[in-house]
């Protein structure tokens, strides 16, 4: 009898296998694009030459968006936030300040923003020149205050790495 259900459980994973060999998976291989969202602004704004590397959050029913900051003044990170995607390009637009003159080259950029729910606040990655382009981290608690964001703490990458926090290959993303 033991030879029996060891002999039936056998088969039974081989033909399963067998099934799960012959099923058809579709995956789309195709990326789908819409409209701009975002883009420079107009001529003598704070980002009136390109807005770039943008990360996004929806959070309490608006979309947030930080981005490096390209303009004929020093660069940085700038905000912008709206309730649908399409309301972004025409809503107020903030330059985060309050990271200029941390650095050596008053500015950041490439930032990716996150929500740490251990701490309650929010985190704003970034990089400057002043650090060999490690990354800075700046919090809030409101991310719908641009003007809440606390002043650039160095974070050394290998700390970060180590704690899994950042892969320093792909421009400091949260993993």
């Not at 975002?38 to 807005?51: N, Q, R, Y």
């Not at 959070?59 to 399409?86: C, M, N």
Request: with cysteine; charged share 20%; glycine share 8%.
């Amino acid at each position: 009898m033991r030879k029996m259900c060891v002999l039936s459980l056998a088969a039974l994973f081989f033909l399963t296998c067998d099934f799960a060999q012959s099923q058809t998976v579709k995956v789309l291989s195709k990326w789908v694009g819409g409209p701009v969202i975002l883009s420079a602004g107009e001529e003598g704004s704070f980002d009136d030459v390109a807005v770039k590397d943008p990360t996004i959050v929806y959070y309490q029913g608006k979309w947030h968006l930080f981005y490096t900051v390209s303009g004929k003044e020093p660069g940085g990170i700038g905000y912008v936030s709206a309730e649908r995607l399409d309301l972004l390009k025409t809503a107020p637009r903030f330059w985060l300040k309050q990271f200029n003159g941390l650095t050596s080259d008053s500015k950041g950029g490439a930032p990716q923003v996150f929500y740490f729910e251990l701490h309650k606040l929010w985190y704003l990655i970034y990089q400057t020149k002043d650090f060999n382009h490690q990354p800075v981290y700046s919090t809030t608690a409101t991310i719908d205050k641009p003007e809440s964001w606390r002043g650039a703490v160095w974070a050394p990458t290998e700390k970060m790495v180590i704690q899994g926090l950042v892969d320093p290959v792909w421009g400091f993303w949260v993993k």
